[in-house]
């Protein structure tokens, strides 16, 4: 079996975490009789210089041909102003591709300082629309300024994207340990967030085997730190997901550790949750693990199962072994800590 996959390495530590997954991939994907066909294209700030895009259609184009791709954080934030005025690359390609589905798994490793010991759970984030008005809309953004003094931004909630996601969210917790909890301020929002809670509550009850709650944002976040353990899978709107995604990621025991994916029924792209850490970049000192463990995410859907799970046991195995980056307490850098990966992965093999 071969794949072919798409390498878009980002900005910030995306040119180290990038690399360090794709060697990873390929030690897992040999170790199970299969290999990657890679094909780099073209993303961010890098882009901007050699095509004049932070995402050419050179690279839109292409994936579209792939099997799946794996995408390094950006940092538009630092781009010219006439490119921070359009959808940042991820935006561009969840919203283009309809990748509707953000799962972001939140698992603490053993014997890593975690502030939540034994936290286990997935965030199902909607992708598509909600508050994060700049991808709600078919032209423009859906946030505007009428006055210099007034600016507004649009929530958008629509029968469909709620009922897919839910979906997607139950099949998830059936496999899973069977407890689904959705996430919403229904209270306040009562006609947004409130349709949000009404559809998934409606979609879960096809699911009788699951075990149904849901909490308000704000005291989702509580209950998190308090007793985060205690939680399987949490469905919510596009910016309370990204939210809570970062908290739980962080409650596991590092932003480094938390990977995703991004898929539709028909494409995915793995990308690490966290950003493009300006504040490392370029030191060799960031933690690829969220990267790897996205890729191995993307192997799952793409139904390389195996080398999905050989990339989970080798990661877990150079962790226990001691080899940790500096977010973990430890002192190995970038490319030390791959190639333990790739070590423990050939060592099982
Ligand atoms: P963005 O807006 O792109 O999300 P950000 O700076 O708000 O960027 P991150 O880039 O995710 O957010 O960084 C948040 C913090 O987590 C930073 O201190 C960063 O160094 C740390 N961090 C993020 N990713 C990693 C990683 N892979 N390894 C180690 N530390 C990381």
């Not at 990748?99 to 603490?108: D, E, M, S």
Request: charged share 20%; glycine share 10%; net charge negative.
């Amino acid at each position: 079996m071969s794949y072919r996959l798409g390498v878009l390495a980002g900005d910030g530590i995306g040119p180290e975490i990038v690399p360090a997954a794709v060697q990873v991939i390929d030690a897992a994907l040999a170790a199970t009789g299969a290999t990657a066909d890679w094909v780099p294209l073209p993303v961010g700030a890098a882009a901007i210089e050699t095509h004049g895009s932070a995402l050419p259609d050179v690279t839109v184009e292409a994936l579209a041909t792939l099997d799946g791709w794996l995408l390094g954080p950006h940092d538009s934030a630092s781009y010219p102003a006439e490119h921070r005025a359009q959808l940042n690359p991820s935006g561009f390609l969840r919203k283009h591709f309809d990748l509707f589905a953000n799962i972001r798994p939140a698992q603490a490793f053993d014997g890593t300082p975690a502030l939540v010991p034994g936290l286990d759970l997935v965030v199902v984030r909607e992708n598509t629309e909600g508050f994060y008005a700049d991808r709600s809309t078919y032209r423009g953004t859906g946030e505007y300024m009428p006055t210099p003094d007034v600016a507004i931004a649009m929530g958008i909630f629509t029968r469909p994207a709620i009922e897919r996601i839910a979906r997607q969210a139950c099949e998830l917790a059936l496999r899973r340990r069977q407890h689904l909890t959705i996430v919403h301020k229904a209270n306040v929002l009562r006609t947004t967030t409130g349709f949000f809670l009404e559809i998934c509550r409606a979609v879960a009850a096809d699911y009788p085997q699951l075990e149904v709650d849901d909490f308000h944002i704000d005291a989702m976040t509580v209950h998190l730190v308090r007793r985060g353990a205690d939680f399987d899978v949490l469905v919510t709107e596009n910016m309370f997901g990204d939210i809570l995604s970062d908290l739980t990621g962080e409650l596991a025991g590092s932003l480094g550790i938390a990977p995703s994916i991004n898929a539709s029924h028909e494409r995915a792209m793995a990308q690490a949750a966290h950003g493009s850490a300006p504040d490392i970049a370029g030191r060799g000192v960031a933690n690829p693990t969220a990267m790897i463990a996205s890729g191995a995410m993307l192997l799952d859907w793409l139904g390389a199962g195996t080398a999905a799970e050989t990339i989970t046991r080798g990661l877990r195995a150079a962790v226990a072994d001691g080899v940790r980056t500096a977010d973990l307490g430890g002192t190995a850098g970038t490319a030390e800590f791959a190639a333990a990966v790739v070590k423990t992965i050939d060592d099982l093999a």
